[in-house]
């Protein structure tokens, strides 16, 4: 049982929700754009699920692609995959990333189980993982939930968190801090700590350790990558860019980048660097792609050494129609490795522990990567226009904030 002043705290807010919501939904996968409504119907609470108030929500380049789905093919099948009645598609909520606070808990089974410092309750601070496994296939059953077979993504196939409010599945919920202080992790970092993962999970893979490293993409994730590389031990850090370079470039040399290279002018610049500094080998010992471009995917396999380990997070808008798989990876002896989400819940851990400890400044990092201004629902074309346009990287959302004049 919750202390009797949650318990009251619990029926109180209970019997004050709306009925309807404001959120951001995508009517038609086969039309750019999202639309704005007001009149959106809450989702019903089940047992085992957790009603939350959205604080802030942060927009990521799956969101970026979902607007623009008429130009990228690959996003539009995946929102259909679990999204059709019938021959139709049926709307969603979009968005994944965000935190918020717990308004209503679900009737689920007894939870005395659960230790009262990480028992969820009414007013908590949270986010949550917004991947959906079965929980029942091999994967989920052997540590792997986050590839599981069966994994939905809420905001791609189930409703997501451009609302109001959102509701998740009460094991898929992270605390952050109880009775709903925010000031150890700021609602725009929190916001943002679904994609910190994807940063997180990538460099823990590529284990770093005095390796040089060579990162593809200065988006969001790539500078992520850079400030992690640095601060886990990497020896040399190459980075590349094509949009944008003078202050993503000032913000990857401020994080920890050796060399940065404007591949939008090709990439001899970069080659001659490797060649330069990686003499005992033939290339760099770690290259993370992590910006989906199918130019990064070439050099990603032409500067890894013989031997070394290419990890890949970054998607193409087309799957790849060409690539040398003998010489790239077969004969040079190559590991490769996909990165999907975050580990459950194992990266969650590492990365909250990593925001928590105040020698690394992660926290001070990853505002730089945001845009300044914090928007409101109402303001999404203008939101999405700065980042489909290349002026701002990541930006957030406050679904609670009134329109600015």
Known sequence: MLPATSQDLRFKIREHLPNYMKCLIKEDVNKDGLTLRSDMQQAHLGIDEVRIRVLATAVCGTDKSIYQSQQIEGIRN????????????????????????????????????????????????????????????????????????????????????????????????????????????????????????????????????????????????????????RDFGASRIYLTEAADVDRRFALAREFGADDCFDVGKGSSALYASVAKHEVGSNGVDVVMEMSGSPNAYADAFQIVRNGGKVILLGITRKPLTHFDIANAVIWKGVTVKGIFGRKMFDTWETMLRLLRCERFDLQRKLDKVLCTKDYALDEYDEAFAQLVKGSEMKLVFKPGSPTHS
């Open 78 to 229: 995946e929102m259909m995959r679990y999204t059709t009645n019938g021959d139709s598609y049926k709307p969603i909520i979009v968005g994944h990333e965000f935190c918020g606070i717990i308004e209503e808990l679900g009737d689920g089974a007894d939870r005395k189980h659960i230790p009262e410092h990480l028992r969820l309750g009414v007013g908590d601070y949270v986010t949550a993982e917004m991947h959906l496994s079965c929980g029942h296939c091999q994967l989920c059953r052997t540590g792997n939930e986050h590839i599981c077979i069966n994994v939905k993504v809420k905001g791609v196939h189930l409703d997501g968190c451009f609302a109001d409010n959102v509701v998740v599945p009460y094991k898929n919920v992270v605390l952050l801090e109880k009775h709903g202080s925010t000031k150890n992790i700021p609602p725009r970092i929190g916001a943002m700590l679904d994609a910190f993962g994807n940063a997180v999970h990538t460099v823990q893979e590529a284990d770093v350790r005095g390796k040089s490293v060579a990162i593809l993409g200065a988006g969001p994730l790539g500078l992520m990558a850079t400030f992690l590389c």
